[in-house]
């Protein structure tokens, strides 16, 4: 049997300076990515493309989550991002879509 061999690289102090800066410089990245981001009402509704009027009746009506603390109302981006997808999304009835694929009926092919 043979023996593992070990090889050691060295590299030189400009290098190992430069990964320590991409080390630190990828943590801060991370970091900032991982933070929660507070948007005012009216910066909610112009992400949305919403007026501010169309935000409060659906904060109103329970199809957007917010926070309040005394008059100060804050939506939390990821949650406003999630909320607006729900919303937005459109579903058709199931008979419909069961009526259309009765009616187109595959054609055989012969070999």
């Not at 060295?10 to 800066?21: A, V």
């Not at 943590?27 to 909610?44: G, I, M, Y």
């Not at 459109?90 to 055989?108: D, G, I």
Request: hydrophobic fraction near 40%; glycine fraction near 2%.
């Amino acid at each position: 049997m043979s023996t593992p061999t070990t090889i050691q690289l060295s590299l030189p102090q400009e290098q190992l300076d430069l990964l320590e800066d991409v080390r630190t410089l990828t943590q801060r990245q991370l970091e900032f990515l991982n933070r929660t981001v507070w948007l005012t009402e009216s910066e909610a509704a112009e992400r949305l493309k919403i007026s501010v009027s169309t935000l409060r009746n659906w904060r109103a009506e329970g199809w957007i989550r917010y926070f309040a603390e005394g008059n100060s109302i804050r939506y939390r981006l990821d949650y406003l991002d999630d909320d607006f997808e729900a919303r937005s999304l459109v579903k058709a009835p199931l008979r419909v879509l069961a009526t259309a694929a009765s009616r187109s009926k595959p054609k055989r092919h012969l070999a």
